[in-house]
């Protein structure tokens, strides 16, 4: 017998079983099986939330239902059930769970941490909703008989709801029946009327934004070279092949003009478009051409109410939108129809993320887009090395624009060598930037100076001891700010009073060095007395709006000189700029990370694209202590297809990105040398990882990163690198499978896929 009968416990297929498998945001984060309850069956799909029984926590868990299937393989009576089930519809349609699994699977993030991600906490959590009850007459009891014995009052509150046609709450109900409280509860408490709970936005989005900012309405009789760019993006939405496109055009181009019009012939096929730009309040401008351009544009942005956010979120899976406009968060939209994806700027390094899931909106637009067999465009005058690499591959289609419209020419660069500079020129500003703002000034033209760095001082240091002031969090230099005389630490959000004395030896006169747009600031006002400067950077930034009213003001020629860091590199077309100065080039340069020449390149090419959008022409001028560095030659020359050329020699010779791919291990903890020995135990996993699965990965390190404390935690990285990014992946993967570390070590570690912050 006992040979011919399995023991009971593998008596298993239980084909009528339903089985939901779900995933947690917190660890464990599983995925685990679950029965799903008899009265759930029908109901319960993946994107729908769930609360489940977990380990032996005393409360339930709430989790994400990934996939739902009828039979279950295993030990009788082995699977737990779910207790409830809290959505009434998924919140992310099949495409965008498997798009959340996909995600999961390439950034190895937890699952149920990418829903969270994908889908706001603003609707997870209802913001700006509440729920009402409404009565409806009990079709049972709306007979004259069941009526009649009713009281009065009830009586006629009751024919009033029957009358009425429509669910109607409480209080409605007792103002138009002029009754009290008493026989609407009575009415329902005898089960004459039925109750059924709704739940409704308690407001709309309040429309802060004005439309009209003083530009023209005016479409645009395309370019030769729109005109052939839209015809190309055309061909691709009708091959319905999901295909990528690289608008690569020179500042000025009018590469959004192009977006708009490819827009326009989707809105016209009833489908939706989402356009991702780095960052919708730095660019007012780009905001209020959609917004003039289409009826129904949803634009998200950081400074958003969660109610705000998610009555937008609503309105978009509800289909009421044409345009999503909105940073890397956008291409999680639940826009159903989607025709089309744009990512504006796609160099940009926002579009990363950079806390789990550490995912790049490019990569994550690229999967969904060619799941859904429509074109991604992207735009930049810049592009990343990565996507100029795919045009050359055949993974991307290179669409080039290589005119400025009405044929404006490029401004003119002139490159001022910082170590030659004299004596008699101190501060900031070299001799040939101080005539030409002058110049400028004097022909009534504005200017822009571009520093990347903020505060005031970017180093407090003691001339007597050599002390320098640093955050006990971090170990970087804190930078003074002199609104307010702080010191902050610019990593983290540490603040103290700027001493007054040096801490280390009390010292009376410490000094501030470096230079911070706060003090450029007092330095461009010294010199230019007359002229009425702004300052842009996130310390000036921080009220919602403040973007909008300096560049007004700027606009209107009321501010003649803008100063700020990137900030002002990005997108602005004011005509009347004749000037833009960058005071360092060099400050990205000389960073420990293969992308510093990249950076570099993009910065000055975009902030040199300011000027020269009108008539008067315009002519930048960049101040550098390595004016013969290739990326700043290149720039200096509006030369993108010299600067990837030598880029990409530079890249193969170490296979770094796109020749190859980089993933990086965080580890952070408290004590040094213990997180250091986690560094190591991991360094050993990946090894014998490599040589399971025979592949070919480089490893560095553990070393500590250019920043080794951030946060009061000890940093160490572990660097991998592959040609085969699938095997760079799964090496990592069987390395850290089931990898734990005990709890008292205080010790954590995060897989960065793709980093591009070294
Ligand atoms: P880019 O995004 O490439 O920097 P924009 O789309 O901002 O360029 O265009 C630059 C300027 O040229 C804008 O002021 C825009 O309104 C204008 N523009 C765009 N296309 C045309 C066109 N076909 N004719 C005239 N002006 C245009
Ligand atoms: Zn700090």
Redesign the pocket.
Known sequence: LFETEPPPWELTVEDDIAVGRIVFSEAPYGPYDYQIPEAEREHLKPGMRVRVPLGKRRHPMMGWCIETRIGYKGKRGSLREIVEVLDDEPLCDPALVRLVLWISHYYQAPTGQVFDTLIPSSVRSNAGTRERAYLTPNPDRSDEKSIELLPKKQQAAFRFLIAAGRPMTASELMVHAKCTRGPVSGLQSKGYIDVSMQREMTATTPMRWQKNDGESQQT????EE?TAALERISAAIESGTGKTLLLH?V???????VYIKAIEQIVRAGRGAIVMVPEISLTPQTRGRFERRFETVAVLHSQMTPSERHFQWQRIRRGEVQVVVGPRSAVFAPMPRLGLIVMDEEHDASFKQNEQPRYHARKVAHARAMSLGIPLILGSATPSMETWHATSTGHAELIPMNER??QRPMPSVELVDLRIRDDRTRGAISRPLHLAVQETLNEKGQVILLLNRRGFATTIQCPSCGHVVACPDCDMPLTHHRDGGKACCHYCDYTIATPPWCPACRFDGIRYGGLGTQRLEVEVKARFPDACIARMDSDTMKRPGSHQRVLSAFRSGEVNILLGTQMIAKGL?FPNVLLVGVINADSALHFPDFRAAERTFQLVTQVA?RTG?GDRGGRVIVQTFSPEHPAIQAASRHDYHQFATDEMVNRRKFNYPPLGSVARIIIRGVVEDVTEAVADSLLGRLEAARQALGSEVRILGPAPPPIPKLRGKYRFHLLLQSTDSAQLGETIRRATDSFTIPEKDDVQYVVDIDPIDM
Do not use: F
Request: no cysteine.
């Open positions: 645009h009789v395309p370019s729109q055009g500042t000025g181009s009018g590469k959004t003009e419209i009405n077309d694209g959008r």
